[in-house]
């Protein structure tokens, strides 16, 4: 198993964001964990990587206990990690911004930047690879987000609605992207509100309500359970 999630709670004072969320993720997977606005996802998220450290359970990565690491630590172990939010550095080029991220494994700035080269020729983005981050349109600062984390090499991708405020077009080409990242043997745990790409590409379902795990299965099972329609009641249909 790649990645194990044991009973993991999450507090900020009285709030309990994350209430004793258990899953796994094998190698090679690609699993989408989805729920609610507020249902405590990106909070999971940044437990994972390492951003907060739980008050109770346990983060197993590659069968270590990862449990309370830095960002950093989990970088340098495989985790590779996009923001909801896009924040690259706007006064970069596009190709800086990738070799960034390519220094946690090649700490020399040439071989960063070789590599940051060769994702940017994977990612689409090698045309923009001079042009400053801040020129780029939102679908293109997304794939660089993407870009960033795949030049880390990581062996999983924590990815935080990389698809959400595309357009339709965009949202199947970055389907195409991550079909072929998880062919190169990336396993992939996405959180995503577009339902459609993430029944589309998940092998499997994790659901959280109210920070707590009401469901996990197939996208037919998922989208067939009770609990999970009365979850999303009045918002977008599974």
Known sequence: MLLEVKGVVKRFGGLVAVDDVSFDVDKGEIVGLIGPNGAGKTTLFNVISGFYKPNKGKVIFKGIDVTGKRPYEMARLGLGRTFQIVKPLMGLTVAENVAIGAMIKYPDASEALRKALEVLEFTGLYDKRFALARTLNLAEKKRLELSRALAMEPDLMLLD????????TEVDMVLDLLKEVNRKGITILMVEH?????MNISQRIVVLHHGQKIAEGTPEEVANDPKVIEAYLGREEL
Do not use: D, S
């Open 161 to 168: 609605e990389v698809i959400a405020g595309l357009n339709p």
């Open 194 to 198: 577009v339902m459609r790409a993430v």
